[in-house]
């Protein structure tokens, strides 16, 4: 029962953060869609969906596994995580700090990229401080790669690399965004085909995804899991843009709650990197209360203006 519990509280906080994360992206495809004639918009909601979460959302979290652990067969990287075989088992363990140190140094970067140099309404009064402190970002984070790398390198090599390669990522898909966001007031007004919005919103839903797939390694290795927790949120991301994107909007804070539960996330994945070990509930159970308390505060902001 106990397993049948944590299995249920994973895929319940993959949703959440899945959907809770990808706001932003729900706020430009809303937006880009409503250029869009019906029956464009209906097929990015429906066949674009099944690219989404069939593809983006499990084929890139089996895609990760496989490449951080290139022993096992495309189909034991699937299954591994759910295997007894001992094999299988040591392959995972051996591989999975490379995997989790690169999300993590990802998540924290994403974090403080935010916390320093985003715009943002201030959940937190600290928030307008770190704000103010915006060119020390590239210093700070910097040093905490610099840290990372030196502490890794005494464990393993690959470990090291790994760490870069999450850094590396966080500032291609960093790049995506930022382009994505300057140009979608152009791409609103632009001439531009049906079909060639079509094209730009799915490669910009593949980009904004990585940082879902890569978070949800904070909650589990299992794949099977983080397609079916990942998808979910995908799912609730587009029932967001069809209708309800207006109403996500005046929850202002919620965007915070996702930027804290991504810190959380990636102190986890650094921590189990190490082998300082965290309870397998403790991602699903921070993730909920994190965003629950901001989503409480943005509701009484609602209410009070």
């Known amino acids: 029962m106990a397993d049948i519990f944590t299995i249920l509280l994973t895929i319940c906080g993959l949703a959440l953060f ?20 019906k ?17 983006v959302r499990g084929l890139l979290p089996w895609l990760i596994v496989w490449i951080a652990t290139p022993s096992l067969s495309p189909l034991k990287a699937l299954t ?15 591989s999975s700090p490379i995997l989790l140190i690169g999300g993590g140094v990802f998540l924290i970067s994403l ?12 959940g937190l009064p600290s928030e307008r401080f770190f704000e103010a402190q915006g060119v020390w970002f590239f210093a ?38 930022q382009n994505a966001e300057k140009n979608e007031q152009g791409l609103i007004g632009s001439g531009l085909s049906d079909i060639s919005k079509l094209f730009y919103l799915e490669v910009i839903d593949t980009t904004f995804s990585v940082d ?12 099977p899991l983080i397609m079916i927790g990942s998808g979910l949120g995908a799912i609730i ?5 069809m209708g309800n994107i207006e109403a996500v909007k005046k929850y202002v804070f919620l965007k915070n709650g996702a930027m ?32 629950g308390f901001f989503y409480l505060k943005s509701f009484k902001q609602e209410r009070a203006s």
């Open 18 to 37: 899945e959907t809770i994360s990808s706001i932003d992206n729900a706020i430009i495809n809303a937006e880009v869609l409503g250029t869009m004639k």
């Open 39 to 55: 029956a464009s918009r209906k097929w990015f909601l429906t066949y674009g969906m099944l690219s989404s979460v069939f593809v």
């Open 80 to 94: 591994a995580t759910f295997s007894s075989d001992p094999t299988i088992v040591q392959a995972i363990d051996s």
């Open 111 to 122: 974090f403080l990229h935010w916390l320093f140099l985003e715009p943002k309404s201030y």
């Open 140 to 177: 700070i984070l910097s040093v905490i790669l610099a840290s990372i790398v030196w502490l890794s390198l005494k464990i393993s090599p690959m470990m090291a690399f790994g760490a870069v390669i999450g850094s590396t990522i966080f500032f291609i898909t960093h790049g995506f965004k």
């Open 212 to 223: 879902g797939v890569l978070g949800a390694f904070a909650f589990t290795l299992a794949v």
């Open 237 to 241: 991301v587009r029932q967001l843009t």
């Open 260 to 291: 804290y539960s991504i810190l959380v996330l990636g102190t986890i994945m650094l921590m189990d990197s190490f082998n300082l070990h965290v309870p397998s509930w403790l991602s699903p159970i921070a993730t909920f209360a994190i965003i």
